[in-house]
């Protein structure tokens, strides 16, 4: 199905766009005919990713310096992009956080996260729903959830909590704007390195041994297997599916709640096998 013209026509903003993992992601969509839009907080590391797609693909990238905690900032851009034509799809990757004791936290150390994750989420996604129905057009929301929001996360817990909010807004306006032709889902990776989660969430002090062991798939994520499920679920091939969220994780969740024994019992030898069946 990922044929070059998939996503032809379809106009996409993608926050946090110009790193990691929303970065890979626009590469993909603009790969496949996507007009990109990214947005982040520092113009200069925008422009550059701009540049590179523009390089790679020929195709002009639109960036805007925006906020996405201050909802006034938000409809801004949102007026501004209009101004170019409508957007199709929203991709809500923008987000912050970082390892800590939970009550340790001030409460501006929990706003720095939540305010990014959560309500960063809900101003764009209101911004552009808002128009979509002005306009009685179908949009798409695909929020960059993380595995965690399903099972919660110890020393995360503000990230956690924002992104459960999240999926609790997917499952909700799924059915509020259903009706209006809109649509809403998620993805929830596990490990996928980047420079902005791994020099904050991985510290060589976490792990008495490689993560890959807490992987049922006993390897982290690569970028464009998140890419290519970010392109199925807001291409037109995903039209039915709305307030689903999916786990792309390797099978990391379900490993830690077999249990730290599941991985001990893989690594058994056939003589401990045998001797345990006698
Ligand atoms: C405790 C901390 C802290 C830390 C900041 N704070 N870092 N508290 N431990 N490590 C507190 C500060 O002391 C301050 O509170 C408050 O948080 C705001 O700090 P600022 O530095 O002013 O925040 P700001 O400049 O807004 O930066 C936000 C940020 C930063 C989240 C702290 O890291 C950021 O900009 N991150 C964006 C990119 C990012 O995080 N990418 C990773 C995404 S990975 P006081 O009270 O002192 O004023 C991801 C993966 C999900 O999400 C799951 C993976 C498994
Ligand atoms: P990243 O490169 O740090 O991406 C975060 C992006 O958000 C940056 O481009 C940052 O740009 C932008 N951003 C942060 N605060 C913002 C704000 N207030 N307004 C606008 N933009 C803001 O990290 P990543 O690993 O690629 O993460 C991308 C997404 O994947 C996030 O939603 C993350 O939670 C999710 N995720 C990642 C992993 C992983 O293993 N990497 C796992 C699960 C989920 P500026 O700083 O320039 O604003």
């Known amino acids: 199905m990922f044929q070059s013209g998939l996503l032809a026509g379809k106009r996409v903003l993608i926050t946090g766009g110009g790193t990691g993992l929303g970065k890979s992601i626009g590469r993909r969509y603009v790969e496949l005919g996507a007009r990109l839009v990214i947005c982040g907080r520092r113009a200069e590391?925008?422009?550059?990713?701009?540049?590179?797609m523009e390089e790679a693909f020929g195709t002009p990238v639109e960036t805007h310096v925006c906020d996405v905690r201050d909802a006034v900032?938000?409809?801004?851009?949102?007026?501004?992009?209009?101004?170019?034509?409508?957007?199709?799809?929203?991709?809500?990757?923008?987000?912050g956080n970082f390892l800590a004791r939970t009550e340790h936290l001030s409460s501006r150390a929990?706003?720095?996260?939540?305010?990014?994750v959560l309500k960063g989420g809900a101003h764009c996604t209101i911004a552009a729903g808002r128009r979509w129905i002005a306009q009685q057009r179908r949009g798409t929301v695909l929020c960059i959830l993380t595995q965690s929001a399903l099972t919660g996360a110890p020393f995360t817990v503000p990230s956690a909590m924002a992104k459960a909010g999240l999926l609790?807004?997917?499952?909700?306006?799924?059915?509020?704007?259903?009706?209006?032709?809109?649509?809403?889902?998620?993805?929830?990776?596990?490990?996928?390195?980047?420079e902005g989660a791994?020099?904050?969430?991985?510290?060589?002090?976490?792990?008495?041994?490689?993560?890959?062991?807490?992987?049922?798939?006993?390897?982290?994520?690569?970028?464009?297997?998140?890419?290519?499920?970010?392109?199925?679920?807001?291409s037109d091939n995903a039209e039915f599916i709305t307030g689903e969220a999916i786990t792309i994780d390797g099978g990391k969740w379900l490993q830690g709640a077999a249990g730290p024994s599941a991985q001990v019992m893989q690594e058994w030898s056939d003589?401990?096998?045998?001797?345990?069946r006698k």
């Open 198 to 234: 791994w020099s904050r969430l991985m510290p060589k002090e976490r792990h008495r041994e490689p993560i890959e062991n807490g992987i049922a798939l006993r390897r982290v994520g690569r970028h464009e297997e998140l890419a290519d499920l970010c392109t199925f679920l807001i």
């Open 73 to 95: 900032a938000v409809e801004t851009m949102m007026s501004r992009i209009w101004e170019g034509g409508p957007l199709d799809v929203l991709v809500n990757n923008a987000a």
């Open 271 to 276: 003589d401990t096998w045998k001797s345990l």
């Open 45 to 52: 590391v925008l422009q550059r990713t701009a540049a590179e």
């Open 110 to 116: 929990i706003d720095a996260v939540v305010d990014i």
């Open 168 to 194: 609790s807004m997917i499952r909700s306006l799924a059915v509020e704007w259903g009706p209006k032709g809109i649509r809403l889902v998620g993805v929830a990776p596990g490990p996928f390195p980047t």
